[in-house]
């Protein structure tokens, strides 16, 4: 357990150090100049003069060598110091504080939904292989999964807010407000994580040990749920480890689409911006819940299949 | 245990199992009696696993069975399939072949006993684990009721098989292919575990394709061929007296009863290992070895699973490392001469592929003529009509042959024989070894025999090693822990 703990501790560490790299050196391979940006999303394009970016410039140092600016970062990163957003002068954590949070309300709200949609369709579908529920479960999956999470969230919307008129079409702030975009994502979650449980279920009921509990003259239904619920959650579990990942970077989009206010809009205005220390803060956020995720995927893992945890 | 007072005869009359193509199984009259247990013997496809489904009731979607079979009075083949199963855990018990893979591989043992008592008897959690306890301390196994099949040994997995029938309690139990995979001394101890069940007044109806185990069981044996009955009578009367030819081949086939080979004349070292020491998760498999394959030779190494034999092979080969020591292959010889023929046929091809293009592959691969793979099929008396099918649609000896035609058209000098026969059933086992010999004879390969089967070794081999190890994916120590003395640990 120490071991573990202390691996994904190392884990987040090197994830700081990649992101805070990468992203620095990102930034500075952009076009352009970033006090100009800045002064433009500070004082309005009004201000975007020249000596309003020589002022920008001044203030916060950009005129200086860059490994300069670099160090100086990686200091205060390893003071766990987010620094302050260039654009409206508030702590990057702050900032972060409540964007992160809508997001995981929304990334929540999307797994939650999904979950109820994807594993019990492929159950249905894995213990009768080829079966209606199978077919009929294929089909939506692939029309699902085909069309872009834009021009699903567009359908909805037209769908329920204009149409129907049920939901809010956009906004923030409400369990309302919530379920489009949430539906939005869950239904591409849920595509694809049917397929993968009813793969999941269809192998298991493939295995010797599950005929096994059947001559074994056990109910159907408690075959399926001692004997085959658990194994086929092995790699069902892992998988929707990568798809609450894909969450967190899908929500970049759909956010934006919907005006919600959560990390993937701030990451987009912050790159619009050149927010340096708003860029690499949402990135540092996005990587370490990759680690943390990944962290709960094994432990879950290793909880359900006693064989992971002796090998380790 | 206690075993159903009302106990009445199986008896199987003109059963037929058909499927779209036709009947595969015709007109099997078979019987069973308390004390005098049934063992059906032949060959994979033979037909015998599909009486004992149509038994069990479990015939695959597609077939159907006609004909009688009648348990305690009640004839199964008239009641639904609903019905059937009903019977499952009740009054038929069945023993998974390869028990490690019909075991949960996340479920504690104690719990994949106790779930019969509960789920099938009905019983309150608290019987079912109490009486489940009583099941294990029956087999050997009270200690080991929190382990997970992966802890266990194969032989400690085939007794928890055993107690979960006992948890069973039926009257009948049908044992398929209960020693397949097992080596010689866990299957001495499969066979002794079924003589007590046998004692204990239960049914015991047995199917496999090992000659010895039909004898050690005794009562009565059926052999099938092509779907029929060809032989059936009392244990001592068929093995001793054998009147249909296909018996006569099976027993023939038998090992035990081959020739011993004459050695030839070894000629250079082909392969040399010096000191090889090897250790597998903190076990040594074995140190200061040393062996020596010349052209010409084949060395057997012998011993039980689990023991290093197959690693042993590896390392000669250069596949694997070895700890320590040192391996030296004859020198001007290309690797792709030292050749290995796998244990299990149908993995070591690619199952979508005909065996016609894996051929073609290896020797376009090569630039070889395919002359000359033509010329090894047909000394390998592999009919042109194979190679277009696929791994799947041939019988394992005639893929372990392809298997074999594989590796030669490389001319190799050395050929690592990993438990190569032991898969097939014996009259397959007869050809591939015989075929084998001829090519050591004629071309002078140098060969690595590895084999639990210690009279194979002793009839073919100039030399054999011999590891010596327990059988155990757990230590020996943690195996003794497990058991209480009573059983032997296998």
Same mark, same amino acid.
């Given at each position: 357990?120490?071991?573990?703990l $202390?691996?994904?501790?190392?884990?987040?560490?090197?994830?700081?150090?990649?992101v805070?790299?990468?992203?620095f050196?990102?930034?500075?391979?952009?076009?352009?100049?970033?006090?100009?940006?800045?002064?433009a999303?500070?004082?309005?394009?009004?201000a975007?003069?020249?000596?309003?970016?020589?002022?920008?410039?001044?203030? %916060?140092?950009?005129?200086?060598p860059?490994?300069?600016?670099?160090?100086?970062?990686?200091?205060?990163?390893?003071r766990?110091?987010?620094g302050?957003? =260039?654009?409206?002068?508030?702590p990057?954590?702050e900032? $972060?504080?409540?964007?992160?949070?809508?997001s %995981?309300w929304l990334a929540?709200a999307?797994?939650?939904?999904? $979950?109820?949609?994807?594993?019990?369709?492929?159950?249905l579908a894995?213990?009768r292989p080829?079966?209606?529920?199978?077919?009929?479960?294929?089909?939506a999956?692939?029309? @699902?999964?085909?069309?872009?999470?834009?021009?699903?969230?567009?359908?909805?919307?037209?769908?329920f807010?204009i149409?129907?008129?049920?939901?809010?079409?956009?906004?923030?702030?409400?369990?309302?407000?919530?379920?489009?975009?949430a539906?939005?994502?869950? =239904?591409?979650?849920?595509?694809?994580?049917?397929?993968v449980?009813?793969?999941?279920?269809?192998?298991?009921?493939r295995?010797p040990h599950f005929?096994?509990?059947?001559h074994?003259?056990?109910?159907?239904?408690?075959?399926?749920r001692r004997?085959? @619920?658990?194994?086929a959650?092995?790699?069902v579990?892992?998988?929707?480890?990568?798809q609450?990942?894909?969450?967190?970077?899908?929500?970049?989009?759909?956010?934006?689409?919907?005006a919600?206010?959560g990390i993937g809009?701030? @990451?987009?205005?912050a790159?619009?911006?050149?927010?340096i220390?708003?860029v690499?803060?949402?990135?540092?956020a996005?990587? =370490?819940i990759?680690?943390?995720v990944?962290?709960?995927?094994?432990?879950?893992?290793?909880?359900?299949?006693?064989r992971?945890?002796s090998a380790? | 245990?206690?075993?159903? *007072?009302?106990?009445?005869?199986?008896?199987?009359?003109?059963?037929?199992?058909s499927?779209?193509?036709?009947?595969?199984?015709?007109?099997?009259?078979?019987?069973?009696? /308390?004390?005098q247990?049934?063992? !059906?013997?032949?060959?994979s496809?033979?037909?015998?696993?599909?009486?004992?489904?149509?038994v069990?009731?479990?015939?695959?979607?597609?077939?159907?069975?006609s004909g009688?079979?009648?348990?305690?009075?009640t004839?199964?083949?008239a009641? /639904?399939?609903?019905?059937?199963?009903k019977?499952?855990?009740?009054?038929i018990s069945?023993?998974?072949q390869?028990? +490690?893979?019909?075991?949960? /591989?996340?479920?504690r043992?104690?719990?994949?006993?106790?779930?019969?008592?509960?789920?099938?008897?009905?019983r309150s959690? #608290?019987e079912?684990?109490?009486?489940?306890e009583?099941?294990?301390?029956?087999?050997?196994?009270?200690?080991?009721g929190?382990l997970?099949?992966? #802890?266990?040994?194969?032989?400690?997995? #085939?007794?928890?098989?055993?107690?979960?029938?006992?948890?069973?309690?039926s009257?009948?139990?049908?044992?398929?292919e209960?020693?397949k995979?097992?080596d010689?001394?866990l299957?001495d101890?499969?066979?002794?575990? !079924?003589k007590?069940e046998?004692?204990a007044?239960?049914?015991?109806?047995t199917?496999?394709?090992?000659?010895?185990?039909?004898?050690?069981?005794g009562?009565?044996?059926?052999?099938?061929?092509?779907?029929?009955l060809v032989?059936?009578?009392?244990?001592?009367e068929?093995?001793?007296?054998?009147t249909?030819?296909?018996?006569?081949a099976? !027993?023939?086939?038998?090992?035990?009863t +081959?020739?011993?080979?004459?050695?030839?004349q070894?000629?250079?070292p082909?392969v040399?290992?010096?000191?090889?020491?090897?250790?597998?998760?903190?076990?040594?498999?074995?140190?200061?070895?040393d062996?020596?394959?010349?052209?010409g030779?084949i060395v057997a190494?012998?011993?039980?699973?689990?023991c290093?034999?197959?690693?042993?092979?590896?390392i000669?080969l250069?596949?694997?490392?070895?700890?320590?020591? *040192?391996?030296?292959?004859q020198?001007g010889?290309?690797?792709?001469?030292f050749?290995?023929?796998?244990?299990?046929?149908?993995?070591?091809?690619?199952?979508?592929?005909?065996?016609?293009r894996a051929?073609?592959?290896?020797v376009?691969?090569?630039?070889?003529?395919?002359g000359?793979?033509?010329?090894?099929?047909?000394?390998?008396?592999?009919?042109?009509?194979?190679?277009?099918?696929?791994?799947?649609?041939?019988?394992?000896?005639?893929?372990?042959?392809?298997a074999?035609?594989?590796?030669?058209?490389?001319?190799p000098?050395?050929?690592?024989?990993?438990?190569? *026969?032991s898969?097939?059933?014996p009259?397959?086992?007869?050809?591939v070894?015989?075929l084998?010999?001829?090519?050591?004879r004629?071309?002078?390969?140098?060969?690595?025999?590895?084999?639990?089967d210690g009279?194979l070794?002793?009839?073919?081999?100039?030399r054999?090693?011999?590891?010596?190890?327990?059988?155990a994916w757990?230590?020996?120590?943690?195996?003794?822990?497990?058991t209480?003395?009573?059983?032997?640990?296998?």
């Amino acid at each position: 357990m120490r071991r573990f703990l $202390l691996a994904r501790l190392a884990q987040a560490g090197l994830v700081a150090l990649v992101v805070g790299t990468l992203s620095f050196a990102l930034m500075r391979a952009l076009p352009g100049d970033a006090a100009m940006r800045i002064a433009a999303g500070r004082y309005g394009p009004d201000a975007m003069t020249g000596q309003a970016a020589d002022k920008v410039r001044l203030e %916060l140092g950009l005129d200086r060598p860059w490994p300069a600016q670099f160090l100086d970062w990686l200091e205060t990163l390893a003071r766990l110091d987010l620094g302050h957003s =260039l654009v409206t002068g508030a702590p990057v954590i702050e900032e $972060l504080k409540v964007q992160l949070g809508a997001s %995981l309300w929304l990334a929540a709200a999307a797994l939650l939904i999904s $979950l109820a949609i994807g594993p019990v369709a492929g159950v249905l579908a894995g213990l009768r292989p080829t079966g209606w529920a199978d077919r009929l479960g294929l089909a939506a999956s692939v029309s @699902l999964r085909a069309v872009p999470p834009f021009v699903l969230g567009l359908v909805l919307i037209l769908v329920f807010a204009i149409w129907l008129g049920w939901l809010p079409p956009a906004g923030f702030g409400t369990a309302r407000d919530l379920v489009l975009p949430a539906l939005t994502l869950a =239904l591409g979650l849920a595509a694809v994580s049917s397929r993968v449980t009813r793969d999941a279920v269809a192998a298991v009921a493939r295995a010797p040990h599950f005929a096994f509990a059947r001559h074994k003259g056990l109910p159907e239904a408690v075959v399926v749920r001692r004997h085959g @619920l658990r194994n086929a959650a092995i790699p069902v579990v892992s998988y929707l480890g990568l798809q609450a990942i894909y969450l967190v970077e899908g929500v970049v989009v759909v956010e934006s689409l919907f005006a919600y206010p959560g990390i993937g809009h701030a @990451l987009v205005h912050a790159i619009v911006e050149r927010d340096i220390p708003m860029v690499q803060g949402t990135a540092l956020a996005m990587g =370490l819940i990759f680690v943390a995720v990944t962290a709960c995927v094994d432990a879950a893992s290793a909880w359900l299949d006693p064989r992971l945890r002796s090998a380790r | 245990m206690n075993v159903a *007072t009302d106990m009445r005869d199986l008896s199987i009359a003109g059963l037929s199992v058909s499927g779209g193509a036709g009947p595969i199984v015709r007109d099997v009259t078979l019987s069973v009696r /308390p004390g005098q247990p049934l063992t !059906l013997l032949g060959e994979s496809g033979s037909g015998k696993s599909l009486v004992a489904q149509a038994v069990m009731g479990s015939l695959p979607p597609g077939l159907t069975a006609s004909g009688h079979i009648r348990l305690a009075g009640t004839d199964l083949l008239a009641a /639904p399939a609903a019905v059937r199963r009903k019977g499952w855990g009740r009054t038929i018990s069945l023993l998974p072949q390869e028990p +490690w893979l019909a075991l949960d /591989p996340t479920m504690r043992i104690a719990g994949q006993v106790a779930e019969v008592h509960r789920f099938v008897h009905g019983r309150s959690a #608290q019987e079912s684990r109490l009486r489940a306890e009583e099941n294990l301390a029956e087999v050997g196994l009270d200690r080991a009721g929190t382990l997970y099949p992966f #802890q266990m040994s194969g032989g400690m997995c #085939q007794r928890a098989a055993i107690a979960i029938t006992h948890a069973s309690d039926s009257a009948l139990l049908i044992a398929d292919e209960p020693t397949k995979g097992l080596d010689a001394a866990l299957r001495d101890g499969v066979v002794e575990r !079924l003589k007590q069940e046998i004692a204990a007044g239960r049914l015991v109806f047995t199917i496999t394709h090992d000659v010895a185990v039909a004898g050690a069981l005794g009562g009565m044996i059926g052999v099938m061929l092509d779907g029929r009955l060809v032989d059936y009578g009392p244990a001592e009367e068929v093995l001793s007296a054998p009147t249909h030819p296909y018996t006569k081949a099976l !027993l023939a086939a038998d090992p035990a009863t +081959w020739q011993r080979r004459v050695p030839t004349q070894a000629g250079a070292p082909v392969v040399t290992g010096r000191a090889l020491a090897k250790a597998y998760g903190g076990r040594s498999l074995f140190e200061g070895l040393d062996i020596e394959v010349s052209a010409g030779e084949i060395v057997a190494v012998v011993g039980p699973s689990g023991c290093g034999k197959t690693t042993l092979g590896n390392i000669l080969l250069g596949l694997a490392p070895a700890g320590s020591g *040192t391996v030296e292959r004859q020198g001007g010889v290309p690797p792709v001469r030292f050749q290995k023929l796998y244990q299990d046929p149908p993995a070591a091809f690619a199952p979508h592929q005909t065996i016609r293009r894996a051929l073609a592959d290896l020797v376009g691969l090569h630039g070889l003529s395919w002359g000359k793979a033509e010329a090894l099929i047909a000394r390998l008396r592999l009919g042109e009509h194979l190679l277009d099918r696929r791994p799947g649609e041939i019988s394992g000896g005639e893929l372990q042959r392809f298997a074999l035609a594989r590796g030669l058209l490389l001319d190799p000098v050395f050929l690592f024989a990993d438990e190569a *026969t032991s898969r097939l059933d014996p009259v397959s086992q007869k050809e591939v070894v015989e075929l084998l010999l001829e090519i050591v004879r004629d071309t002078g390969l140098a060969v690595l025999l590895v084999t639990h089967d210690g009279a194979l070794a002793d009839k073919i081999a100039d030399r054999a090693v011999l590891l010596d190890r327990p059988a155990a994916w757990v230590s020996r120590r943690a195996c003794d822990a497990l058991t209480t003395g009573l059983a032997p640990c296998f």
